[in-house]
């Protein structure tokens, strides 16, 4: 049986990024068949010491973290601050279709391996930075962090409750927003030299990539100058988390379901009351619905409540799923989301892996994380050319 060729299995893609975006943002090229090659420095990239570890063990290899972000790669170490691996850098960028990295701004420059310098050497190089506040204005040279990214871009002026502080939503979902959208970028970019020839610079803030998810936030302050601001500490669970017997649950009016069918649903009648016959009136008398809904569902599990409001009333409804829920989640599983990987050091685990499907040319897993320097030889030798005793001179060196 012939497979039928990848989307992307004429790019090579160098990823000489750090942590989670960049190194995302390459992942995703390899996932649809590009050929990634990971390029570290010699003690690696710093996404190698994010914990957690595989049994708590800090060991470069075992960083669940890195072993996500860096699936579908090869992985080779080169010093780029030497002058012998900044030259071999520009070797391989000739061969190259993209370059993924994630330092300041200015820094490849003053190694004269900004996109300026290798697109003389690749006229059809894309690069693609990605970075707390991008390349230019008065922020680009800070650096930055998740929590910052939040509150820079405003979405935590709009998280939690109006009598505590802003919050921070959970994870690394800035990270990841700012991977996602420079893969979209990348994408354009090369469809766009497929038509022309040239590469181009393509230049991801992070915070810019937060900022662009506040869809109603920022409009609303142009257009009228409201301000959303957070939610009252009482009288607004109703359409936010509440709790259950095992558990927590979000309901909402809409979807195929009257008020009339919600308060049958819940089996309270006096939620049919005058008092919350509108938004307005609920809102009103929100402490009261929130009490009536938080007695009415304590002795209700989410799997029961989620599966009468579904299919028996046509709410909106959602449960909280925990990671155990979601490890055996049907809707997942369905969609084969999950993909076992094997690693050298780590062994077996499901990860996370096909996050949009196709007919023809879907996401393939390859082959897992690289070990620190696993293809140098295949590299440095298939690649380049380099005999073995080149190698390992370039290896008693230092340079990779």
């Given at each position: 049986?012939?497979?039928?060729?990848?989307?992307?299995?004429?790019?090579?893609?160098?990823?000489?990024?750090?942590?989670?975006?960049?190194?995302?943002?390459?992942?995703?090229?390899?996932?649809?068949?590009?050929?990634?090659?990971?390029?570290?420095?010699?003690?690696?990239?710093?996404?190698?010491?994010?914990?957690?570890?595989?049994?708590?063990?800090?060991?470069?290899?075992?960083?669940?973290?890195?072993?996500?972000?860096?699936?579908?790669?090869?992985g080779?170490t080169?010093?780029?601050?030497?002058?012998?691996?900044?030259?071999?850098?520009k070797?391989?960028?000739?061969?190259?279709?993209?370059?993924?990295?994630?330092?300041?701004?200015?820094?490849?420059?003053?190694?004269?391996?900004?996109?300026?310098?290798?697109?003389?050497?690749?006229?059809?190089?894309?690069?693609?930075?990605?970075?707390?506040?991008?390349?230019?204005?008065?922020?680009?040279?800070?650096?930055?962090?998740?929590?910052?990214?939040?509150?820079?871009?405003?979405?935590?002026?709009?998280?939690?409750?109006?009598?505590?502080?802003?919050?921070?939503?959970?994870?690394?979902?800035?990270?990841?927003?700012?991977?996602?959208?420079?893969?979209?970028?990348?994408?354009?970019?090369?469809?766009?030299?497929?038509?022309?020839?040239?590469?181009?610079?393509?230049?991801?803030?992070?915070?810019?990539?937060?900022?662009?998810?506040?869809?109603?936030?920022?409009?609303?302050?142009?257009?009228?100058?409201?301000?959303?601001?957070?939610?009252?500490?009482v009288?607004?669970?109703?359409g936010?988390?509440?709790?259950?017997?095992?558990?927590?649950f979000?309901?909402?009016?809409?979807?195929?379901?009257?008020?009339?069918?919600?308060?049958?649903?819940?089996?309270?009648?006096?939620?049919?009351?005058?008092?919350?016959?509108?938004?307005?009136?609920?809102?009103?008398?929100?402490?009261?619905?929130?009490?009536?809904?938080?007695?009415?569902?304590?002795?209700?599990?989410?799997?029961?409540?989620?599966?009468?409001?579904?299919?028996?009333?046509?709410?909106?409804?959602?449960?909280?799923?925990?990671?155990?829920?979601?490890?055996?989640?049907a809707?997942?599983?369905?969609?084969?989301?999950?993909?076992?990987?094997?690693?050298?050091?780590?062994?077996?685990?499901?990860?996370?892996?096909?996050?949009?499907?196709?007919?023809?040319?879907p996401?393939?897993?390859?082959?897992?994380?690289?070990?620190?320097?696993?293809?140098?030889?295949?590299?440095?030798?298939?690649?380049?050319?380099?005999?073995?005793?080149?190698?390992?001179?370039?290896?008693?060196?230092?340079?990779?």
């Amino acid at each position: 049986m012939t497979m039928i060729p990848a989307a992307l299995d004429d790019i090579r893609v160098l990823d000489i990024s750090h942590g989670i975006a960049g190194p995302l943002c390459a992942k995703l090229l390899g996932d649809f068949g590009a050929d990634v090659i990971k390029v570290e420095p010699a003690g690696g990239e710093c996404g190698r010491r994010m914990p957690p570890f595989f049994q708590d063990d800090p060991d470069p290899e075992k960083s669940l973290f890195f072993l996500l972000v860096n699936l579908n790669k090869r992985g080779i170490t080169l010093d780029l601050e030497r002058p012998q691996g900044a030259d071999i850098f520009k070797k391989l960028a000739r061969l190259a279709d993209v370059v993924v990295e994630t330092f300041p701004p200015g820094y490849l420059a003053s190694l004269g391996l900004d996109h300026a310098s290798l697109e003389r050497e690749n006229p059809g190089l894309v690069m693609t930075s990605i970075t707390p506040f991008g390349q230019s204005g008065p922020y680009s040279r800070y650096k930055g962090e998740e929590i910052l990214a939040y509150a820079m871009s405003g979405i935590m002026s709009i998280s939690g409750t109006t009598d505590r502080e802003p919050l921070k939503h959970g994870g690394f979902q800035a990270q990841y927003e700012a991977g996602f959208n420079g893969t979209m970028a990348t994408l354009f970019t090369l469809l766009l030299r497929d038509a022309t020839g040239a590469g181009q610079h393509v230049d991801v803030s992070i915070q810019e990539v937060v900022t662009s998810t506040m869809v109603a936030n920022q409009p609303f302050y142009s257009w009228a100058g409201g301000v959303q601001g957070r939610r009252r500490p009482v009288g607004t669970m109703f359409g936010n988390v509440m709790p259950c017997k095992d558990g927590y649950f979000v309901s909402q009016a809409g979807g195929g379901a009257s008020w009339d069918d919600l308060a049958e649903f819940y089996g309270r009648q006096e939620l049919k009351d005058e008092r919350f016959a509108d938004v307005d009136q609920r809102t009103v008398n929100g402490q009261a619905l929130d009490a009536i809904l938080i007695e009415a569902a304590k002795e209700r599990t989410m799997a029961e409540m989620f599966k009468t409001a579904s299919e028996q009333y046509r709410m909106l409804f959602g449960i909280v799923q925990t990671p155990a829920d979601l490890a055996h989640c049907a809707q997942l599983e369905a969609r084969e989301f999950y993909q076992e990987v094997e690693h050298p050091v780590i062994g077996k685990i499901n990860v996370p892996f096909r996050l949009w499907n196709m007919t023809e040319i879907p996401a393939r897993y390859r082959r897992p994380a690289p070990t620190l320097g696993q293809h140098n030889a295949e590299v440095y030798g298939r690649l380049l050319g380099y005999a073995e005793e080149e190698v390992t001179a370039l290896r008693e060196a230092g340079v990779i």
